[in-house]
């Protein structure tokens, strides 16, 4: 094996904890039965690193399936690095065949065409989502396994997500997904957060939405406590109203987990107090960012807590509405202060 | 506009009703269990709220309020502000014996200082009393309630000894001394 192969499977044994690594191998299932239950796996990493390069040289194995173990080492976590979504846009018409072998087989041809050294592994998840690892090279230089894009698309869907594409790489990936795709051109998402489950859940709508319903309201998790017949609330109709529109607004718990949100203004200073920042006729440019261990969630207990006032600024529902969390506001003519819209790149 | 009036309704037997009003909405709830479970002698009604005025819808259903306590959260800004406009909305009655403030956070940096120091100053200004309570732990909620009840004891006329309301406000109210008053 070459120092590539085991630099690379050197860096996947140490990141796992030891009790998950058993489960990891079993399921690349590329060593023997007995190769696997004479590892110890209460030794010291590097002693089960070395234990495991070495069964690997005894089968034979080479850098093509240590890749496998990393591609499956990711997609069993893949809530790592940060992930950015791409929306395909003018679907063409799709032929009645249109399967993931197709896509596949037009992705790898698109790409090998355009450079002649790179490394691409496609696997199909249940779920109908393909993944794709890359390992780029360029005309001269053998492809860098230290480094691979994971691409995961959803079939059906027109949106793929991203994680580790440098920029120079950008121009090949994009026309490969697509043609393969059958789609007329793709733009970027504004979406980027470090879990590939919130990437998918939010804009896929896969979380559970509530909508406006004039006659039954969802039933809150409120603690049990104030159940006691003796207790009454006073506000108690106002209390469910702010619940149910927290909920239209950012979905029922448990809800994607996004970290950030962003908003770039491009608009100018309204106030009153400051002459040289009111009289300027650029924009006055500032960035807001929001940032939580689960965005959604606060956004969500602020108004039901009525900490925020509602109903609920269209500024914010645009992160469940649109799926995204990067907005630019821009001024739009009179009397409207702010609008979001959507940036080209 | 309508006032929040102490006798207006007619008492129920052996009961007492206690008013929390607090803004932040966390605290009434767990002093409303701890008060409901440690009084044993007589039945003890809670409702919780966030503001005065209180709904128009519920004033059929209310029971006539013994207590109201005003629960102050001194590290928030909005808290205070939330109280000194909730009580244009109680008549002058209620002011003999009948609210009290209750504070939270008291010992927690030094804005609170100040706003304690504001509590205690419309506290004096309203004839009642201010306590101040810890509200972390269970066994802080647990005092606080014990304290609270034996005002609403008081309050409702459940005092074996002949204690008015008035008369206890009298004594309990906070004053304020003349180097805060300097200030």
Redesign the interface.
């Known amino acids: 094996m070459d120092t590539q192969a085991t630099s690379v499977l050197n860096r996947i044994i140490r990141r796992i904890p030891n009790k998950n690594i058993e489960n990891l191998l079993k399921k690349w299932s590329c060593l023997s039965a007995d190769q696997l239950r004479a590892l110890d796996y209460t030794r010291p990493k590097w002693m089960i690193v070395e234990h495991v390069i070495s069964f690997c040289e005894e089968n034979r194995l080479n850098l093509k399936h240590i890749t496998t173990l990393e591609m499956i080492y990711h997609i069993e976590n893949p809530d790592q690095g940060t992930w950015h979504a791409c929306q395909l846009a003018e679907a063409q018409g799709k032929s009645v065949l249109f399967t993931h072998f197709i896509f596949k087989e037009q992705f790898k041809a698109h790409l090998h065409g355009v450079i002649r050294h790179i490394s691409i592994k496609m696997k199909k998840h249940e779920d109908e989502a393909i993944w794709i690892r890359i390992a780029w090279g360029d005309n001269f230089s053998k492809p860098n396994h230290l480094k691979p894009t994971y691409v995961v698309h959803h079939l059906h869907t027109s949106y793929v997500f991203i994680s580790n594409l440098m920029a120079k790489h950008k121009i090949f990936l994009c026309p490969a997904l697509v043609i393969a795709t059958k789609h007329g051109s793709i733009k970027d998402g504004h979406l980027s957060t470090r879990s590939l489950t919130a990437m998918r859940d939010l804009p896929l709508r896969r979380y559970q939405q509530v909508f406006p319903n004039a006659h039954s309201r969802i039933p809150q998790e409120r603690n049990t406590l104030s159940s006691h017949p003796c207790i009454g609330k006073e506000h108690g109709d106002h209390e469910e109203m702010r619940h149910q529109m927290s909920c239209e607004a950012f979905g029922h718990s448990p809800s994607p987990k996004l970290e950030t949100a962003v908003y770039s203004l491009e608009t100018r200073y309204r106030g009153k107090g400051n002459q040289t920042l009111s009289d300027r006729k650029e924009f006055f440019r500032g960035v807001v960012r929001f940032s939580s261990s689960s965005l959604l969630d606060s956004l969500r207990h602020c108004v039901a807590s009525g900490m925020a006032e509602g109903p609920v600024t269209p500024l914010l529902s645009a992160i469940t509405q649109r799926g995204r969390n990067y907005f630019v506001i821009t001024d739009k003519g009179p009397g409207v202060s702010s609008q979001a819209s959507a940036q080209r790149p | 506009m309508a006032l929040l009036t102490p006798y207006s309704k007619v008492p129920e037997l052996n009961t007492a009703t206690v008013?929390l009003v607090e803004n932040?909405?966390e605290l009434q709830?767990?002093l409303?269990?701890a008060l409901?479970q440690y009084e044993k002698d007589f039945?003890?009604?809670?409702?919780?709220?966030?503001k005065l005025p209180?709904?128009v819808?519920?004033k059929e259903t209310?029971p006539r309020i013994d207590l109201i306590v005003f629960l102050v959260n001194l590290l928030s800004e909005r808290s205070l502000q939330s109280v000194e406009s909730s009580l244009a909305h109680l008549h002058s009655d209620c002011f003999l014996g009948k609210v009290c403030f209750l504070v939270t956070d008291a010992r927690c940096g030094s804005h609170t200082q100040e706003r304690l120091v504001s509590v205690r100053k419309l506290a004096a200004a309203h004839q009642c009393p201010v306590l101040c309570a810890e509200h972390r732990t269970v066994d802080g909620v647990n005092a606080a309630a014990v304290r609270l009840l034996n005002i609403l004891k008081v309050s409702a006329g459940m005092s074996p000894i002949a204690t008015t309301a008035l008369y206890l406000s009298s004594l309990t109210r906070c004053s304020v001394t003349s180097d805060l008053e300097e200030d």
């Open positions: 008013l932040e909405e709830s767990k409303a269990n409901v039945n003890v009604n809670v409702r919780l709220a966030r209180l709904p819808e519920n209310r």
